[in-house]
């Protein structure tokens, strides 16, 4: 259940609070942890939250719109990581390439504290609003992808296709390494399955090799067969 503040409208955000807000922060999302795994993720609610962590309610909500966004604290730093790593790569040549490595800056933000990730896999495996919640947050990993490819490919007849379809793609082979990972406990380094699987849909996708069939019969002179084949690499 999606719990609201009842008066966040006068939580406004002051910068100077930034330092001494950052800690409080932190309680806050290991007090919830606690919580979620003593208790149980419904059977916590925000004041429970807040009691653990010793802080005002308030402090909750200046942090954390709704009790799900406790468990993924660092996504929206991530996804800003993300939208400059892809505008600082806006002319690189292997635009692919630039959203495999946009997608790594998702896995190491997974890895920098690998027990909390695992914890939060394991909670998001469990908890139904969790699951919709982690969709939401990788949907908008994925648009952020497809924008910047759809810019990139612009001028090809199928760009947007092509944006979406390779997005996507990036956005299933990480999830695909860093699952397992997760799955392992964390074991070894997590780009030991994530890179293989981004590596492939970098190859799938910047291979402009063409492969060309031709059938004939097994008496058909050398030099016919060569000539058909040059008609029709010239198709």
């Known amino acids: 259940m999606t719990e609201q503040h009842d008066d966040a409208g006068q939580a406004g955000h002051d910068p100077a609070d930034d330092q001494e807000k950052a800690p409080i922060r932190d309680l806050l999302v290991s007090a919830a942890f606690e919580l979620f795994t003593e208790r149980g993720y419904d059977s916590t609610t925000v004041d429970d ?6 802080v005002g309610r308030r402090s909750f909500f200046r942090y954390f719109p709704t009790k799900e966004e406790v468990v993924f604290p660092d996504h929206e730093r991530a996804l800003a990581d993300m939208v400059s790593y892809l505008e600082e790569g806006a002319q690189d040549p292997d635009p692919v390439g630039q959203v495999c490595g946009a997608a790594r800056l998702v896995m190491r933000m997974y890895a920098e504290n690998a027990e909390f990730s695992v914890k939060r896999y394991q909670l998001t495996r469990k908890v139904a609003a969790l699951k919709t919640h982690e969709m939401s947050v990788v949907w908008r ?22 944006a979406y379809t390779v997005a996507a793609s990036v956005v299933a082979a990480h999830n695909f390494g860093l699952r397992a990972w997760l799955r392992s406990g ?21 291979d402009t090799g063409e492969t060309l069939v031709l059938v004939t019969k097994s008496n058909t002179p050398r030099w016919q067969i060569l000539q058909r084949l040059e008609g029709l690499q010239h198709e």
């Open 186 to 206: 964390a074991r070894g380094d997590a780009s030991a399955g994530v890179d293989p699987a981004l590596d492939l849909v970098h190859r799938t996708w910047t």
């Open 141 to 162: 990993y994925e648009q952020a992808l497809a924008g910047y490819l759809k810019r990139r490919f612009a001028t090809l007849p199928d760009g947007d296709m092509r």
């Open 49 to 54: 939250i807040v009691r653990r962590a010793g």
